[in-house]
């Protein structure tokens, strides 16, 4: 059903974790619905200094988060707003189709995460 | 313990037992005549036939006549539900049934009530996924044409009061019906003892061939075939019969019933086994169905906080197979509407497992599970934000 890549990413997922003082949080999905990702970032010089993510959902949506962090680790905020679900899903060489809709929420996540430092950033900034 | 392989999801099907094989194989290759034939060649598929028709006939406590074979489980529903539907059609617009059958009675229903105009109970469950026999009799209208229950359910084992329930249908006339597909090899399948009209059975869920079942129909309720062609099964359900596999399906059965209390004494010892090791080394962790009115082979859990595909792959890596009412583990991406009619929230409900045992197993692959479950829940719940959460 699913690529070595995915098998990899679900029995050896990367980033996993929390960041205690995170610069952004971004949260998709929802465990009513059986998937719900969180994604932690620390932003350094515009970049992703640090990312970690916890889940709770299946192979598909543990080894889409791990493969969405690993891809914008050290990008630059705006490079890492550009993520796909087509690229993680590609990345992974591939899903199922009815597995398509996991690897949305990753990417969703990490734009949350993204989204929610930006708007800190600018609570902070002085007007 | 070494890396094995260890098929814990007889719910799911099971392997054919090699004396089952040996008594199919002949009619594949020389005895494959055509049952209708006049020659000596279908004259001896005919024979066969009619004693398999004879040794499933004693099983249940019925005449011949009553036995009808069918392609599979779901094909006997179908026969069952439709067939009483649209005989009926007209007079009896309503049908009772449950909320926690499996899905060949329920969407059979839904079809019948989206479609063809009929009204369809379906009625709740307590927390074990027991049906309570007066909620059924207080269902009953004069137009009711049908009830239909489960006699154990496939997802959390529960075994229904089915007498009970038959003996409320017999007081008002009604036809009852009892999906008996997973109580096949392992539960009393005595017609007069469970007082239904009709009952539906599948081969391969008691180590029979894939693609044969039966229903039982009692004389005298009336039906309306669905599928119709030549005059088999005494008019009842046409198609060339599928010969060997009606020789696998009584050979399975006799084999099965007949050692039935002695196999029920393994699996229930293993499965016990299994319950309480299972819920003594993994913490938030419920057994689900009835704690004592449960099929032998059965083992359901909730474990909180993890996805039930997640637990199936880790498992699968150690050669373990199982299943999940999870959503993701369906087809529809819904979770299970057994474990949410038995009141169990979503999210819990994503974390199901189901190991249902069999024959093949022993006490070392029940002691292989139990020491490679909490590591595989452990490695999931340490990835889990409900987890860290609720600790």
Same mark, same amino acid.
């Given at each position: 059903m699913y690529s070595e890549k995915v098998m990899d990413h679900f029995m050896s997922p990367r980033n996993v974790g929390v960041i205690e003082d995170p610069d952004g949080v971004g949260k998709e999905g929802n465990p009513i619905c059986g998937d719900l990702m969180e994604i932690f970032i620390k932003v350094k010089d515009d970049r992703i200094k640090d990312i970690k993510f916890r889940t709770f959902g299946c192979g598909a949506a543990i080894a889409t988060s791990s493969m969405a962090t690993e891809m914008v680790k050290g990008k630059t905020i705006e490079e890492a707003m550009e993520i796909t679900n087509k690229a993680v899903a590609e990345a992974l060489d591939g899903l199922p189709p009815i597995k398509m809709h996991c690897s949305n929420l990753a990417a969703d996540a990490i734009h949350a995460a993204i989204e929610d430092y930006l708007e800190k950033k600018k609570v902070k900034q002085p007007a | 313990m070494a890396k094995r392989t260890v098929y814990m999801d007889h719910a799911a099907t099971t392997p054919v037992d090699p004396r089952v094989v040996e008594a199919m194989?002949?009619?594949?290759? /020389?005895?494959?005549?055509?049952?209708?034939?006049?020659y000596r060649l279908g004259q001896e598929a005919r024979k066969a036939i009619d004693e398999a028709r004879a040794d499933v006939a004693q099983i249940l406590n019925?005449?011949?006549?009553?036995i009808i074979f069918t392609s599979c489980g779901s094909e006997s529903d179908n026969l069952a539900i439709r067939g009483i539907a649209f005989w009926n059609r007209g007079k009896g617009t309503h049908i009772i049934t449950s909320s926690i059958e499996h899905h060949a009675v329920s969407h059979t229903c839904e079809q019948l009530e989206k479609h063809f105009g009929l009204q369809v109970t379906y009625l709740p469950v307590d927390k074990y996924v027991r049906v309570d026999p007066t909620d059924v009799e207080k269902a009953i209208?004069?137009?009711?044409?049908l009830i239909t229950i489960m006699?154990?359910?496939? /997802?959390?084992?529960t075994i229904e009061p089915i007498a009970e329930i038959g003996e409320i249908a017999r007081a008002h006339k009604i036809p009852f019906h009892t999906d008996a597909i997973q109580a096949g090899?392992?539960?009393?399948?005595?017609v007069e003892a469970l007082k239904v009209d009709l009952l539906s059975l599948s081969a391969h869920k008691f180590y029979g061939p894939k693609g044969v079942g039966v229903l039982y129909l009692r004389r005298g309720v009336r039906l309306l075939p669905p599928q119709t062609g030549g005059a088999h099964e005494l008019n009842r359900r046409a198609g060339t019969e599928n010969v060997a596999g009606i020789v696998g399906l009584a050979t399975a059965l006799k084999l099965a019933q007949g050692h039935r209390e002695e196999n029920n004494r393994k699996l229930i010892a293993l499965r016990d086994r299994l319950i309480d090791g299972i819920l003594s080394s993994i913490p938030d962790t419920q057994l689900t169905g009835h704690p004592k009115e449960r099929l032998p082979n059965s083992a359901s859990f909730t474990i909180n906080y993890v996805e039930g595909e997640g637990l199936l792959l880790g498992l699968d890596m150690m050669g373990i197979a199982a299943s999940s009412g999870s959503a993701c583990t369906s087809a529809s991406l819904e979770p299970s509407h057994v474990l949410l009619a038995m009141g169990i929230p979503p999210e819990v409900a994503h974390g199901s497992l189901r190991l249902t045992l069999g024959h093949e197993n022993s006490e070392e692959d029940v002691d292989y599970l139990l020491e490679i479950l909490p590591g595989i829940v452990k490695r999931l719940r340490s990835m889990s934000p409900l987890y860290t959460t609720a600790s």
């Open positions: - | 194989l002949p009619y594949f290759t /020389e005895r494959y005549g055509n049952a209708s034939s006049v019925c005449t011949p006549r009553e209208t004069e137009k009711t044409t006699y154990a359910n496939n /997802e959390v084992g090899g392992a539960l009393d399948l005595d």
